[in-house]
C-alpha cells in the first residue's frame, strides 16, 4: 500500500526540493503536490523546472496533483474573479479556467504524475443540469488534454449538490466520461456518511483524501488526534474491504501546535495502514 502525503500541509509556503526532501527522508513512498500559486505556482516555469531537477535525483515519486482552485495567491479573496470552476456557464470565462488547469497539467512535462484531482464546483454550490453541462464541457477537453500527457482525471467527492457520490456516478453515467474517482473521506463524513459514499464511489476510487473533521467544517485535521469525530478503524477496514488496495494520500492543514509535521504525518499513516 502506497503511503503519500498531500503538500497541502505546507499550502501557505513555496515549495521547494527542501520540502520534498523532508517528505521523502520521513519514508513517505509518493507525494501530491497542492496547486496553489502561493505554493506551487503553475504559471513559473522556473519553479517547475527547479522541481524537476530535484526528482530526477531522488527516490520519491509524485503521484498526483490537485488541480488548481483559484488563480490568486491568497486562496481567492482577491475576488470571484479568482475562482477556478468548471461548471461556469458562460464559456468564455469557463475557456479561460480550462486554460489555468491545462497550465498545471503541463508539469506533467517536467515532472511525470498519474492523476490529476479535479473537483467539480466550488463548496456549497447548488445543483443545476446547466453546471453539470459545463462541468462535461471543461472535462471533455481536460482529459484529452491530460491524457496526452499520461495523466488520469480523477473527480473528487466535495461539499456540494454537484459532487456527492451520487451525483458523480450520475454525471459519468450521462455522458459516458470514463473517469475514476478520488475519495475523500473527510467529504464523505460532512455528507451522506464515509459508509454510504464509499459505497456508491467504490467501483472507480483510484485514490484517496484522508483526513479527519468533526462533519461540519472541512478541517483537515490530522487522523487519530482527537480533533475531529471520524471513526477511523470502521473507516479503514472500508478501504481494505476490496481486493486492491488504495493508496493513503494525507491532505491535511498546518497545525500551529505541531512542531515537525511531516514526521508526525508519517507516524499517523503508519497507524491508519495498521487499521487496515
Known amino acids: 500500500m502506497k503511503k503519500i502525503l498531500s503538500t497541502h500541509l505546507f499550502a501557505n509556503h513555496r515549495l521547494t526540493g527542501v ?3 523532508r517528505i521523502r527522508a520521513a519514508g513517505f513512498d509518493a507525494v501530491e503536490f497542492f496547486c496553489a ?35 490568486d495567491t491568497v486562496w481567492g479573496r482577491s475576488g470571484p474573479q479568482a475562482v477556478l470552476n468548471i461548471t ?3 464559456k468564455v470565462r469557463r475557456i479561460a479556467m480550462v486554460d489555468q488547469i491545462k497550465l498545471a497539467i503541463e508539469i506533467a512535462d517536467q515532472i511525470p504524475f498519474r492523476y490529476l484531482i479535479q473537483h467539480i464546483g466550488v463548496e456549497g ?10 462541468a462535461f464541457s471543461s472535462l471533455e477537453e481536460l482529459k484529452v488534454f491530460a491524457g496526452q500527457r499520461g495523466v488520469e482525471i480523477l473527480l473528487e467527492n466535495t461539499p456540494n449538490d454537484l459532487s456527492t457520490g451520487r451525483r458523480l456516478n450520475y454525471f459519468l453515467s450521462s455522458t459516458h466520461l470514463n473517469l475514476g474517482f478520488c475519495f475523500d473521506l473527510g467529504h464523505a463524513h460532512m455528507g451522506q456518511g464515509i459508509p454510504q459514499e464509499f459505497e456508491i464511489m ?9 483526513h479527519d473533521n468533526d462533519g461540519m467544517s472541512d478541517s483537515h485535521f490530522f487522523p487519530l488526534h482527537r480533533k475531529g469525530n471520524i471513526e477511523w478503524p470502521a473507516s479503514l477496514k472500508l478501504l481494505g474491504s476490496l481486493p486492491d488496495q488504495y493508496p ?15 514526521a508526525e504525518a508519517k507516524r499517523t499513516i503508519d497507524e491508519l495502514a495498521k487499521l487496515i
Open 19 to 21: 520540502w520534498l526532501e
Open 37 to 71: 500559486r502561493q505554493h506551487l505556482d503553475y504559471q513559473d516555469p522556473a519553479q517547475v523546472k527547479e522541481l524537476g531537477h530535484w526528482f530526477r535525483d531522488s527516490s520519491l515519486r509524485l503521484w498526483s496533483l490537485h488541480a488548481p482552485m483559484y488563480t
Open 125 to 134: 454550490e447548488e445543483f443545476s443540469q446547466e453546471k453539470l453541462d459545463a
Open 248 to 262: 493513503l494520500v494525507l491532505e491535511l492543514r498546518e497545525d500551529p501546535d505541531l512542531e515537525h509535521p511531516i
Open 88 to 90: 461556469e456557464t458562460s
Open 202 to 210: 467504490k467501483e472507480r476510487i483510484q485514490s484517496t483524501h484522508i
